[in-house]
């Protein structure tokens, strides 16, 4: 007797919390559609504290989320519902929303999958064929703009790289212009080798030098015969001039 007195007190208990939990779902329900999604998202998560296992409050959560633009936190809601779901029409409706929760988010390869699970439980679902088109065409313009972006990226390396080669050009033909430079200069200041003379127009070699030399002799030996000669006549000359 007593065990079945506890039974009926526990149906009657469930009977109170689903009670609950239903009117915080209607109540989230009436500030959802007057557009007060925060207020609704409150009242929905009331809800799941009196049955956590509402799949109800929690799909109506992830749409007040997804209208207050918390997108990650909708996709949550929405694929942990499709991952527990089992009827095809509701597989159908939480892969469509999670599809445009993560459409919002701009990851346009997930909802791409999102609107073909979609599609694979309601075929005839032409909202989803819809947003599925155009998830593709986001898709496919985030890449095209991608591959520009990698062209430009790998051309502007190239051109840093030509910058730089031309660079390191330049500085190593400065370089050796340097040296060239300063190569030169020591040899400016090196002093005559002894088989060199030095001259303003350049230098003379040692056969040129050795022709001077014996000019000059030369030169010498004629200037002395010619004073020999004076001398001798003098010495011929009287010493008393007439007058």
């Known amino acids: 007797m007593k065990l079945i007195i506890f039974i009926l007190l526990a149906n009657s208990a469930i009977q109170a919390y689903s009670q609950a939990e239903r009117k915080y779902i209607r109540k989230g329900n009436s500030e959802y559609e007057d557009g007060r999604y925060q207020q609704a998202e409150i ?9 956590p296992q509402s799949s109800e409050a929690d799909y109506n959560l992830g749409n007040a989320l997804y209208r207050q633009k918390q997108y990650d936190a909708a996709a949550t809601k929405y694929n942990t519902l499709a991952g527990k779901g089992k009827d095809s029409e509701y597989l159908n409706r939480y892969y469509y929303n999670l599809g445009n929760a993560l459409f919002e988010n701009q990851k ?4 791409v999958e999102a609107f073909k699970s979609a599609l694979r439980n309601d075929s005839r679902d032409m909202d ?3 947003n599925l088109q155009m998830a593709l065409k986001m898709l496919n313009e985030n890449k095209q ?4 972006k990698d062209q430009q990226k790998n051309k502007d390396q190239q051109s840093q790289s030509q910058q730089n080669k031309d660079q390191q050009n330049k500085d190593q033909g400065n370089k050796n212009q340097q040296e060239k430079n300063q190569q030169q200069g020591e040899n400016n200041n090196e002093e005559p080798q002894p088989d060199q003379m030095q001259g303003s127009k350049g230098q003379i070699t040692r056969e040129d030098a050795e022709r001077i030399l014996q000019a000059l002799e030369n030169d ?4 002395m015969k010619k004073v020999l ?3 001798e006549h003098i010495q011929q000359v009287p010493l008393d001039k007439n007058w």
């Open 43 to 51: 009242e929905y998560r009331k809800a799941l504290e009196k049955d």
């Open 108 to 111: 346009y390869q997930e909802s």
């Open 128 to 130: 989803a064929k819809h």
């Open 145 to 148: 703009q991608q591959n520009q």
């Open 220 to 223: 010498e030996k004629n200037v």
């Open 229 to 231: 000669e004076q001398k």
